[in-house]
């Protein structure tokens, strides 16, 4: 027993000279070794809160609660051939049946216009609105622009409508959340999530289109529906997704709200849309066609040529110039700029950056109606012959068919987009000017007064056709 109690007095003493050792020496040493308080590092509390933002999942029920009620199921009974039968054909009849298209629609006001796709009410014999409360109106169609899918119709309620305020799509930033507000099936309203993947998107390869593309889930019956930020401002029309399948893998793509607001306004104004143009030919500037014109490479639209007449030209615009930004707008592609200006209408001033010699310029452009550059002759749409064109086939006169509707001339001459129409009546055609002169000369009756025409065909082989 004593032996037993000795050895627990050795180790409590031998541990309270350890205490003591460490006490004594160690802890005063770490003192000496501490930064002083004045330049110890710490996190900012700005810092802080951010990480601490980040760890919270975002919050989207006020951007829903203001936007479910705004979206709408649209449908669409429109009137289609029929499959032909044997008696049918012996009768003469044209069998018909009435086929049924849905989609969505954002209310804008309150008095009740709603924006959808084009491509939703295409066609329509009757169109009828659903709200998310279930009630159902027969829609107006007030007007439609099919180059960017928008479409506006008209509801009348009793009551002031539940609407979605606009947002501002050009302010929208790659990975900002945002949530897709549609009304398939008549369901009522459906609320998916995701972030904005990218901007100014283009599905067509011609640089036509500048689409909002997101990851948010839509699906066949979302078209028109509202894209909205966390805010619950609309920034974008859905219109259409990637997919081999026909159901969302992961890609859909939205007009931007700044897009058709203009074109609402545009509709409810003057009826129809008011395109303005800035009057240059280009493309995306890459380092592929840098190094072939010998430049460095840098972000921005290269100027292939500038239009003859147009507010380009008119404010010193030149071939080589390279298009930085559009008054705050930085223009990294063509989708870019064509999405920008499709914002703007006729007579609109833009601030157009470029860069030239190395040196950046600014200029003030006034957007032209894109009528001054062409006109229509004989169901065919014909503009100034291109620089380019003019040095392909070495013709320094002649009008391009932009697009035609002729088919008597395809039919039987072949003259369609892209034909070059150098003379008429043994005039010589030098530029759209002349053609507006032959039109009023020849007045209504021009059809009958046209009795030869010259013509350079897509092969560069010149012809002429005698009209009898």
Same mark, same amino acid.
């Not at 705004?70 to 008696?87: L, P, R, Y």
């Not at 086929?99 to 169109?127: E, M, W």
């Not at 027969?138 to 002031?160: C, H, Q, R, Y």
């Not at 503009?383 to 070495?394: A, I, M, Y």
């Given at each position: 027993?004593?032996?037993?109690?000795?050895?627990?007095?050795?180790?409590?003493?031998?541990?309270?000279?350890?205490?003591?050792?460490?006490?004594?020496?160690?802890?005063?040493?770490?003192?000496?070794?501490?930064?002083?308080?004045?330049?110890?590092?710490?996190?900012?509390?700005?810092?802080?809160?951010?990480?601490?933002?980040?760890?919270?999942?975002?919050?989207?029920?006020?951007?829903?609660?203001? *936007?479910?009620?705004?979206?709408?199921?649209?449908?669409?009974?429109?009137?289609?051939?029929?499959?032909?039968? #044997?008696?049918?054909? #012996?009768?003469?009849?044209?069998?018909?049946?009435?086929?049924?298209?849905?989609?969505?629609?954002?209310?804008? @006001?309150?008095?009740?216009?709603?924006?959808?796709?084009?491509?939703?009410?295409?066609?329509?014999?009757?169109?009828?609105?659903?709200?998310?409360?279930?009630?159902?109106?027969?829609?107006?169609?007030?007007?439609?622009?099919?180059?960017?899918?928008?479409?506006?119709?008209? +509801?009348?309620?009793?009551?002031?409508?539940?609407?979605? *305020?606009?947002?501002?799509?050009?302010?929208?930033?790659?990975?900002?959340?945002?949530?897709?507000?549609?009304?398939?099936?008549?369901?009522?309203?459906?609320? *998916?999530?995701?972030? +904005?993947?990218?901007?100014?998107?283009?599905?067509?390869?011609?640089?036509?289109?500048?689409?909002?593309?997101?990851?948010?889930?839509?699906?066949?019956?979302?078209?028109?529906?509202?894209?909205?930020?966390?805010?619950?401002?609309?920034?974008?029309?859905?219109?259409?997704?990637?997919?081999?399948?026909?159901?969302?893998?992961?890609?859909?793509?939205?007009?931007?709200? @700044?897009?058709?607001?203009?074109?609402?306004?545009?509709?409810?104004?003057?009826?129809?849309?008011?395109?303005?143009?800035?009057?240059?030919?280009?493309?995306? #500037?890459?380092?592929?066609?840098?190094?072939?014109?010998?430049?460095?490479?840098?972000?921005?639209?290269?100027?292939?040529?500038?239009?003859?007449?147009?507010?380009?030209?008119?404010?010193?615009?030149?071939?080589?110039?390279?298009?930085?930004?559009?008054?705050? +707008?930085?223009?990294?592609?063509?989708?870019?700029?064509?999405?920008?200006?499709?914002?703007?209408?006729?007579?609109?001033?833009?601030?157009?950056?470029?860069?030239?010699?190395?040196?950046?310029?600014?200029?003030?452009?006034?957007?032209?109606?894109?009528?001054?550059?062409?006109?229509?002759?004989?169901?065919?749409?014909?503009?100034?012959?291109?620089?380019?064109?003019?040095?392909?086939?070495?013709?320094?006169?002649?009008?391009?068919?932009?697009?035609?509707?002729?088919?008597?001339?395809?039919?039987?001459?072949?003259?369609?987009?892209?034909?070059?129409?150098?003379?008429?009546?043994?005039?010589?055609?030098?530029?759209?000017?002349? +053609?507006?002169?032959?039109?009023?000369?020849?007045?209504?009756?021009?059809?009958?007064?046209?009795?030869?025409?010259?013509?350079?065909?897509?092969?560069?082989?010149?012809?002429?056709?005698?009209?009898?």
């Amino acid at each position: 027993m004593k032996k037993i109690l000795s050895l627990v007095l050795v180790s409590a003493l031998g541990g309270i000279m350890a205490i003591g050792a460490y006490k004594l020496f160690l802890e005063n040493d770490n003192k000496v070794m501490v930064t002083p308080t004045e330049t110890t590092a710490f996190l900012p509390t700005n810092n802080l809160s951010g990480i601490n933002n980040i760890l919270e999942a975002p919050d989207f029920t006020i951007a829903a609660e203001n *936007t479910v009620h705004a979206v709408v199921h649209v449908k669409n009974v429109s009137i289609s051939s029929g499959q032909m039968t #044997f008696e049918d054909l #012996f009768f003469g009849r044209s069998p018909q049946r009435a086929q049924l298209g849905t989609g969505s629609g954002v209310i804008i @006001n309150a008095d009740g216009y709603i924006i959808t796709n084009n491509h939703v009410i295409n066609n329509a014999h009757k169109l009828s609105v659903t709200l998310n409360n279930n009630e159902t109106y027969d829609a107006e169609i007030i007007g439609t622009d099919p180059k960017t899918d928008i479409a506006l119709l008209k +509801i009348d309620a009793e009551e002031d409508l539940p609407y979605v *305020t606009f947002g501002d799509s050009d302010n929208a930033k790659v990975g900002e959340w945002v949530l897709a507000v549609g009304n398939p099936f008549n369901l009522t309203s459906t609320v *998916t999530a995701g972030i +904005i993947s990218a901007k100014s998107r283009d599905l067509t390869g011609r640089s036509a289109q500048s689409f909002i593309q997101t990851d948010a889930a839509v699906n066949p019956g979302n078209s028109g529906g509202a894209l909205v930020n966390t805010n619950g401002e609309l920034i974008g029309i859905n219109t259409a997704i990637t997919s081999q399948t026909g159901s969302y893998i992961g890609y859909s793509f939205a007009v931007p709200s @700044n897009i058709a607001r203009k074109v609402v306004e545009d509709i409810m104004e003057y009826g129809n849309v008011q395109n303005g143009v800035l009057g240059i030919k280009g493309g995306t #500037f890459s380092s592929e066609a840098a190094e072939e014109i010998g430049v460095d490479y840098t972000k921005g639209v290269y100027v292939a040529e500038v239009i003859k007449n147009s507010g380009a030209e008119k404010a010193g615009l030149l071939k080589g110039d390279i298009i930085k930004r559009l008054d705050n +707008i930085e223009i990294s592609k063509f989708e870019d700029l064509s999405g920008y200006i499709k914002t703007k209408r006729p007579n609109d001033k833009v601030n157009v950056e470029i860069l030239r010699d190395g040196k950046l310029k600014e200029f003030r452009v006034m957007l032209t109606n894109p009528e001054v550059f062409s006109v229509n002759f004989m169901s065919m749409e014909l503009q100034d012959l291109p620089n380019s064109l003019k040095d392909k086939f070495n013709i320094d006169y002649g009008v391009m068919v932009k697009s035609s509707q002729n088919k008597w001339l395809y039919s039987n001459l072949g003259i369609t987009d892209g034909y070059i129409i150098t003379g008429i009546n043994d005039i010589k055609i030098e530029s759209i000017e002349d +053609i507006s002169t032959l039109k009023q000369s020849y007045g209504d009756d021009i059809l009958d007064k046209i009795k030869k025409m010259e013509y350079i065909n897509l092969r560069g082989e010149r012809k002429e056709v005698i009209f009898r």
